[in-house]
């Protein structure tokens, strides 16, 4: 309450000090702009602290467009070294430490040094997780897209650990035959460590090898 009457106690000095104003000079003599001053200081008076005017009416509230932007879904597929990979939607802003704590976290001797953390997703992005040390050519996949836009291929690596034999044709120079001889060879030897590993394969050779190298993973 005395707040309040403070404020109406001011209000009325500045009422009486304009009418005073006009009392000696003449409201003919006042200024427009001068009157206009004196009527919104007392506007400005008039307002009890601590009451906000709502800045939107009826209830209409427009999104910014970056708060939009923000909002939209991406697809990505996380592999590799961590609690549970696979296909993960995110939204445009997120950065790959998102996707890693998405998936569950790294597992035990993941090697994240390899893994550029801070990097902003992308949709359609493949990241691999190696274990400490696994070399792995790339970690981060982006999509391969046309001129207009257009993705042309999804990026993903073929586990040559994983692939059916149907799978491993699609990579560069290799045919059903030696496609069959992957298989085989890690069905009698076991599961390939690294990629140059495919270089034990029977038909397999150094130029072979270098031609599809940037196609491969053995990351499971």
């Not at 939204?91 to 801070?118: C, P």
């Not at 070399?135 to 690596?157: D, F």
């Amino acid at each position: 309450m005395k707040e309040l009457w403070s404020v109406h106690k001011i209000k009325i000095f500045v009422l009486i000090s304009v009418l005073a104003l006009i009392s000696i000079l003449g409201w003919s003599s006042l200024s427009e702009s001068e009157a206009e001053s004196s009527i919104e200081q007392i506007s400005f008076i008039e307002e009890v602290p601590g009451e906000e005017k709502e800045s939107i009416s009826s209830g209409e509230v427009h999104k910014p467009k970056d708060v939009e932007i923000a909002n939209q879904e991406i697809l990505i597929d996380i592999k590799g070294h961590v609690m549970e990979p696979g296909v993960y939607r995110m939204k445009t802003g997120e950065r790959i430490i998102d996707a890693v704590e998405k998936a569950g976290g790294f597992l035990e001797g993941a090697d994240s040094d390899q893994v550029n953390l801070a990097a902003l997703l992308v949709d359609e992005m493949v990241i691999i997780v190696p274990k400490e040390g696994e070399v792995v050519n790339e970690v981060i996949h982006q999509p391969v897209r046309n001129e207009n836009g257009e993705s042309e291929t999804s990026g993903a690596l073929v586990n040559i650990n994983t692939a059916t034999e149907e799978e491993l044709t699609s990579l560069t120079g290799i045919g059903p035959s030696k496609a069959k001889a992957i298989v085989d060879h890690r069905t009698e030897s076991g599961l390939f460590k690294k990629i140059e590993d495919l270089m034990q394969v029977t038909g397999i050779g150094q130029k072979s090898f270098e031609k599809l190298r940037n196609e491969i993973t053995v990351v499971n």
